[in-house]
């Protein structure tokens, strides 16, 4: 059965510096797909980026990258130089290729940059 | 271009009471997703619709009904609510693409009494 695991209920970051969010996923499907979302205190869910599971390389979006390790079966978020408003809930989130809108999402860890 | 939209956004009712909540995806796009966020956890998948289909229902009870229209706005309905129904309720539309990247809205947060 699918599975995402977010093992950090809450993070705390210095301003400017970098913070890894981890992520650790289960799934027999060879096809799938790993995003990562932001959700500040206003509810909504905010795409960040995305990872397939026969990308060779390692996403990147700007500030956000993300660290696919398939054997490991961990895909960890990477927010380089932390701003004050990157403080929110980060989730990620698996698609088996064949499932469409159907996402399936950790539990969450709270980011905090401190000043 | 609009986003996903949703309303009402904030809602209260009482054990036993139905509820109606309404999404209205990206224009252009044919499917809808619905999702229960209880609070402190993440977002758990209810009903996919694709050109007014179920092609997907998470393990929700039948109180928790959905349908799409036509114009590919959908509605998603809970009977006889209990306290345990309280929860944001988010819709997405699926952007095509490589990834089809699921672009949510801001939520209906539904309190139960």
């Known amino acids: 059965a699918q599975k995402i695991t977010q093992t950090q209920p809450g993070m705390f970051v210095q301003e400017k510096e970098a913070v890894t969010l981890d992520c650790t996923y289960d799934?027999?499907?060879?096809?799938?797909?790993l995003f990562w979302y932001k959700q500040p205190s206003s509810g909504e869910m905010i795409f960040l980026i995305y990872?397939?599971?026969?990308?060779?390389q390692n996403a990147t979006e700007g500030r956000y990258s993300l660290n696919f390790q398939k054997a490991r079966k961990s895909a960890n978020l990477v927010i380089s130089a932390s701003q004050l408003g990157d403080s929110a809930m980060y989730f990620c989130?698996?698609?088996?290729?064949?499932?469409?809108?159907?996402?399936?999402f950790g539990q969450g860890t709270e980011l905090s940059v401190k000043p | 271009d609009a986003g996903v939209t949703q309303s009402p956004t904030h809602l209260i009712k009482t054990r036993g009471q139905h509820v109606t909540l309404r999404c209205s995806p990206i224009s252009g796009h044919k499917s809808v997703s619905w999702y229960q966020q209880v609070l402190g956890q993440g977002p758990q998948f209810i009903f996919q619709y694709y050109e007014k289909e179920e092609r997907g229902r998470g393990n929700f009870p039948d109180r928790f009904s959905a349908r799409q229209f036509p114009n590919y706005s959908s509605e998603l309905n809970v009977n006889a609510l209990l306290l345990g129904d309280s929860a944001l309720y988010l819709c997405a539309s699926i952007v095509s693409g490589r990834a089809n990247v699921l672009t949510f809205g801001a939520g209906s947060r539904l309190t139960v009494l």
């Open positions: 989130a698996m698609r088996e290729v064949a499932q469409g809108g159907k996402l399936i």
């Open positions: 799934t027999s499907d060879p096809s799938y797909g």
């Open positions: 990872q397939g599971s026969y990308d060779q």
